[in-house]
């Protein structure tokens, strides 16, 4: 076979690009994550630092339930839209501030409820970022303590009306693992109950764990464990085995974070960030794989956003809500449902503000709670709203595409509501 | 070494230059070469014919980017040697990358009054617009040949979604092309 014409021009494509695949690699590894003007940038980049395949939202073939619908696959097409200072909403806001001369950044879009909250220590300048005009807009706002957790490391910060989690933005790696417990109680603040074996997509297999005390009793004796700079050697889970835990924290504004025990003997978190890695020796880590293993039941793959989702055609777009059809995901069209999305977020009704969705696109929503059937199938808590391709199964197979991607594809649930 | 220091030795015509491009960037001409070409000894030919090629062309180019200078010599001459080995001494995978880009961009007969380095700004521009991963993805197979188990292991992906994100890339630098003005 001749060498097809494009060949020869991909050769041709820029240098950028092709020197690129070799830095984003270390990128995701050991970069530190900065806060990105879209906020779910910040999640996905956070996601994947050691997790790689934890959120894995490109392209999702949603599971429905009633069985209208046929086979296929979404592909949400490129959104990392910058929006204007105006068009954010208070949680997608990237904020800064400086505290004793220390500079202190929000962590993420999640809240924190008040009984987390500790003593005020003052009122301070919080310096946000337009992503558009380069300016940075700035407003005094209340910084407290919280609870049981060192102010040199974390603080709480009421914007509006809402309590945000601010973090020491300073690299400053704890130099063993004593050292990074004694900066943050972990075991008072992580719940290891899920994790996975060699791997955290949905092929991997998923376990809860019925207890970790044991886990944290372990990793007490490692406080001697020497932290390893991951910018001065390569180090990748994945040529080890290993099992990861996934971690949430409201205090210290995690979500599902991943803290990787490997059979080898690291412990590695990017729960701070930043990819933290320490040798605690084979013996440790060997105790607390097999603890795991022993004393947890296989789960079901949570996928990283338990969000619901309907995809379907804009058919009507006005002041006050936009519809969605799905008929076209329907085997027989006539069992398609009109969803009726209210736009009461800005984080939807910037979309129609901007012109940027219009009748006959395909899109997805992404909603909390639940459709109101009884009126209209009514969606009143949608955040999100993403241009997608939609592609049928039976077009795969048309074209000879390989015929495993279905029965693996379909492992990839997401949470399209019925 | 870094690459401004070794592109100098090339300036000093100083045969160290090769050496010292060798070892930092002889492991990449050799996974490129072996993957077009799926045997060693070729592999190593194209490697050796590689560093002749910068020795001759660095002076008078002075490459902006050293590393990309390199992969493209190796690519390019790799590429010429497998047209010349049968078809069935290739490797099966590059014989399926070639039928999947021959669907978007066959031969010559398409798009005549065009040249590569034109349809090269086009697909850049393309890659450019793609999210982080797809685009590293289609690099990592169109460009440098690396297999798909490869490339999930690379960016722990399932294989599956490898070939799901080359599908849909395909498809959409395809349609591209035909707004481009690239005709198909």
Redesign the interface.
């Given at each position: 076979?001749?060498?097809?014409?494009?060949?020869?021009?991909?050769?041709?494509?820029?240098?950028?690009?092709?020197?690129?695949?070799?830095e984003?690699?270390k990128k995701k590894n050991w970069v530190k994550w900065v806060a990105l003007a879209a906020c779910f940038a910040v999640l996905v980049i956070a996601g994947t630092a050691i997790?790689?395949?934890l959120l894995?939202n490109?392209?999702i073939n949603p599971v429905e339930t009633d069985g209208r619908y046929k086979d296929f696959?979404i592909?949400t097409k490129?959104a990392?839209i910058v929006w204007p200072w105006e068009y954010l909403a208070e949680s997608e806001r990237p904020y800064e501030m400086e505290l004793n001369g220390v500079k202190y950044e929000k962590t993420s879009g999640r809240t924190v409820s008040e009984e987390l909250i500790g003593d005020k220590i003052g009122n301070y300048n919080i310096v946000g970022y337009d992503g558009i005009t380069d300016k940075r807009p700035t407003v005094v706002c209340a910084v407290y303590q919280l609870k049981n957790i060192s102010q040199t490391q974390f603080v709480a910060v009421k914007i509006t009306d809402s309590y945000y989690i601010f973090k020491n933005a300073v690299y400053n790696p704890p130099q063993t693992l004593g050292e990074l417990f004694e900066r943050v109680d972990l075991s008072q603040f992580l719940k290891l109950e899920r994790f996975s074996e060699n791997?955290d997509?949905?092929?991997a297999k998923h376990f809860v764990l019925n207890d970790d005390k044991y886990v944290w009793e372990v990793l007490s004796t490692c406080k001697n464990a020497a932290f390893i700079d991951m910018n001065e050697v390569y180090w990748h889970p994945?040529d080890r085995e290993f099992i990861s835990f996934t971690i949430s924290s409201e205090a210290l504004g995690i979500y599902k974070r991943g803290l990787l025990i490997t059979a080898d003997g690291y412990l590695m978190t990017n729960a701070f960030d930043w990819g933290y890695l320490y040798y605690i020796g084979e013996e440790a880590t060997g105790k607390i794989i097999k603890y795991a293993m022993d004393n947890s039941k296989e789960a079901e793959y949570e996928p990283y956003d338990n969000s619901n989702s309907i995809c379907g055609k804009i058919v009507e777009i006005t002041d006050d809500y936009i519809l969605v059809d799905d008929s076209i995901l329907c085997k027989d069209e006539a069992d398609g449902i009109t969803y009726k999305i209210l736009i009461n977020d800005i984080r939807i009704s910037r979309y129609v503000d901007r012109d940027i969705i219009d009748v006959g696109d395909t899109v997805k929503i992404s909603y909390n709670g639940e459709i109101d059937e009884q009126n209209s199938n009514t969606i009143s808590n949608a955040f999100s709203i993403s241009d997608v391709?939609i592609?049928y199964e039976d077009e795969?197979e048309e074209?000879n595409?390989?015929a495993?991607?279905s029965?693996?594809?379909s492992k990839?649930v997401a949470a399209i509501s019925k | 070494m870094d690459d401004m220091r070794i592109i100098e030795l090339y300036f000093e015509r100083d045969e160290q230059a090769i050496k010292e491009t060798d070892s930092k960037y002889g492991k990449l001409c050799h996974s490129i070469a072996y993957n077009i070409l799926n045997n060693r000894e070729d592999s190593k030919e194209c490697v050796n014919d590689t560093y002749v090629g910068v020795w001759n062309a660095i002076p008078p180019t002075r490459p902006?980017?050293f590393?990309?200078?390199v992969?493209?010599i190796a690519?390019?001459l790799s590429?010429k040697r497998?047209?010349f080995i049968k078809?069935e001494k290739r490797s099966a995978d590059m014989?399926l990358s070639?039928?999947e880009?021959?669907a978007?961009?066959?031969?010559?007969r398409?798009a005549p009054n065009i040249s590569?380095?034109d349809?090269?700004?086009v697909?850049?521009k393309f890659?450019?617009?793609?999210?982080?991963?797809?685009?590293?993805v289609f690099?990592?197979k169109?460009?440098?040949f690396d297999s798909i188990s490869e490339i999930a292991?690379?960016?722990?992906?399932?294989?599956?979604?490898v070939?799901?994100?080359l599908?849909?890339t395909r498809n959409k630098l395809k349609d591209y092309l035909i707004k481009e003005g690239v005709e198909i």
């Open positions: 076979m001749k060498t097809p014409r494009i060949v020869n021009a991909i050769e041709n494509i820029d240098d950028e690009l092709v020197s690129g695949v070799f984003s690699k997790l790689p395949s894995e490109d392209i696959t592909s490129n990392a791997g997509g949905p092929d994945y391709d592609l795969i074209q595409y390989n495993d991607s029965s693996t594809v990839e | 902006n980017n590393m990309c200078f992969c493209k690519r390019n590429l497998l047209e078809r014989l070639f039928e880009l021959a978007v961009l066959p031969d010559e398409y590569d380095e349809i090269g700004k697909i850049s890659l450019r617009n793609q999210n982080e991963d797809a685009k590293n690099i990592r169109y460009y440098f292991k690379r960016y722990s992906f399932t294989e599956s979604k070939k799901n994100m599908f849909y």
